[in-house]
């Protein structure tokens, strides 16, 4: 399934709309504005939520867990030492976690899981705004690579953690 996520320019907290690829609107991510650290609602487009983000504070490396109906779901950590280009691990229950490597200006992403690529996204095709294509393979689970998408963007471009360990 193909995605296309934008972050809302003018909004009091970090919040996206996920789209189709024909356009129609499929989720929003609802970002607290006045929190301690990232705490994002991953919701469908009548409301219900399908994950919760939250960065998790005092941790050495820049980590992310994902919520999903209260339990915890993905713990999402940028791996550190990584030269000219980022990579992180998505740890989910089971044996298939994901391994996710960006390019050196960090607008690509390729995640894989058990050697074979499961998903993509690029800005490349959309300029200067916080804008990512998203290709998920059939048969993915679709909120968890989006919301690991969202992860990753507070990690690498946010505003706020600049020059604190980026």
Request: charged share 25%; with cysteine; proline share 2%.
């Amino acid at each position: 399934m193909r995605y296309v996520m934008k972050q809302k320019m003018f909004s009091w907290g970090d919040d996206f709309v996920i789209k189709d690829a024909e356009g129609n609107e499929r989720f929003f991510v609802d970002g607290r504005a006045l929190s301690i650290g990232h705490k994002l609602s991953f919701q469908d487009m009548a409301g219900h939520e399908q994950a919760f983000i939250r960065q998790r504070l005092l941790a050495w490396v820049p980590t992310y867990e994902v919520y999903r109906e209260g339990q915890l779901y993905a713990i999402i950590k940028k791996k550190l030492l990584t030269f000219f280009r980022c990579k992180f691990t998505v740890d989910v229950p089971g044996p298939m976690d994901f391994d996710v490597q960006g390019n050196f200006t960090d607008h690509e992403y390729t995640f894989t899981c058990g050697g074979s690529t499961v998903a993509t996204v690029s800005k490349k095709w959309f300029s200067w705004s916080d804008t990512y294509g998203v290709d998920i393979a059939d048969g993915q689970d679709d909120v968890i690579l989006l919301a690991t998408t969202v992860a990753i963007d507070m990690i690498c471009h946010d505003k706020r953690h600049e020059g604190a360990g980026d």
